[in-house]
Nanobody
């Protein structure tokens, strides 16, 4: 089994920054793709960014230039650096690690952007 745990959410003012972490443990192997998703109240879950074990990245248009995804394979951790945060970034952020034919999800971490 694979365990995925997110951390780093919180309350931040507009224009502020947060860094989310996604730590994986258990029966993990490469290659993998780890994605950050978010779900705001009343909205569907959406992909924010993802990164492959080889370092390839993808960003949703809404976060390009503001968010940066990175990985530390030695720590089995993926990060999401979020800068210039906007109220519309408020959501529960989920991490998902896909390896083989399985996807493993974390419990989510709340990000609230408000003055």
């Amino acid at each position: 089994q694979v365990q995925v745990v997110e951390s780093g959410g919180g309350l931040v003012q507009p224009g502020g920054s947060l860094r989310l972490s996604c730590a994986a443990s258990g029966s993990i192997f490469r290659p993998y793709v780890t994605g950050w998703y978010r779900q705001a109240p009343g909205k569907q879950r959406e992909l924010v960014a993802h990164i492959t074990s080889g370092g390839g990245t993808y960003y949703a248009d809404s976060v390009k230039g503001r968010f940066t995804i990175s990985r530390d394979n030695a720590k089995n951790t993926v990060y999401l650096q979020m800068n210039s945060l906007k109220p519309e970034d408020t959501a529960v952020y989920y991490c998902s690690r896909s390896q083989g034919s399985q996807a493993y999800w974390g419990q989510g971490t709340q990000v609230t952007v408000s003055s």
